[in-house]
């Protein structure tokens, strides 16, 4: 089975623009979650999506957004970039319907934001 | 208010000695918990998990232990390898629910040869 995929793993932008990134769990993962990682904060959790509806939202501002395909596939968007919001962002799913089974994650997308 | 915490960002261990990495939490709701290893370009992958209706889980080199009392977690490596060297997050949840999982900052380790 091929594993989690993102694109596109690298991404730079400036303040101000947005940015979609993508996210192709697993065949037959249907929960979908993102996590922003950064050098100081380790792994924070962003949104969960399961069968194209978000289950769960972290603590982040309203700029951040996700949405989930019927086919499983996701996307987050981060509108009006501000340059702490460089950092990896990673995508996770999961085979059964909780996001605490155990979940795999894909490379990440680096984004970085001038 | 961070409710996982790894309190060493670093550790080196020598090769074929034991490593053991630490995570405290302080949300006594948590009931599972699992460990993670990350190396630079890849994405985590799942190590190892503990529920807390046990105390010790073991998976060939890696034992984790839980300490519910004290709400602290541990993991082992023994013994450690070159190939070990990654950053290790400790994550904890609900098993009930879908409630998300909480990771700690991680612990970089590194085993030298």
């Known amino acids: 089975k091929a594993g989690v995929t993102q694109t596109p793993r690298y991404l730079i932008k400036t303040r101000g623009q947005q940015v979609t990134l993508s996210c192709s769990p697993i065949?037959?993962?249907?929960?979908v979650s993102w996590y922003q990682q950064t050098p100081g904060q380790g792994l924070q959790f962003l949104f969960e999506?399961?069968?194209?509806?978000?289950?769960n939202k972290g603590n982040f501002p309203g700029r951040f957004s996700g949405r989930q395909f019927s086919n499983s596939r996701s996307e987050m968007n981060v509108s009006t970039l501000e340059l702490g919001d460089s950092a990896l962002y990673l995508c996770?799913?999961?085979?059964?319907?909780?996001?605490?089974?155990?979940?795999?994650f894909g490379p990440g997308t680096r984004l970085t934001v001038l | 208010d961070q409710q996982v915490k790894q309190n060493s960002p670093s550790l080196s261990v020598q090769e074929g000695r034991i490593s053991i990495l630490n995570c405290d939490y302080t949300?006594?709701?948590?009931?599972?918990f699992l460990w993670y290893k990350k190396y630079p370009a890849e994405g985590p992958t799942f190590l190892i998990s503990i529920s807390s209706i046990k105390d010790k889980n073991e998976d060939g080199r890696f034992t984790v232990f839980l300490n519910k009392s004290a709400k602290h977690l541990s993991l082992h490596i023994v013994p450690s390898q070159p190939g070990d060297s990654a950053v290790y997050f400790c994550?904890?949840?609900?098993?009930?629910?879908?409630?998300?999982?909480?990771f700690g900052k991680g612990t970089r380790l590194s085993v030298i040869a």
């Open positions: 949300n006594s709701m948590f009931d599972y």
């Open positions: 999506y399961f069968s194209e509806t978000q289950r």
């Open positions: 996770a799913s999961s085979p059964l319907e909780g996001p605490t089974d155990t979940q795999y």
């Open positions: 994550a904890a949840s609900l098993l009930s629910g879908n409630t998300p999982l909480v």
């Open positions: 065949s037959g993962h249907r929960s």
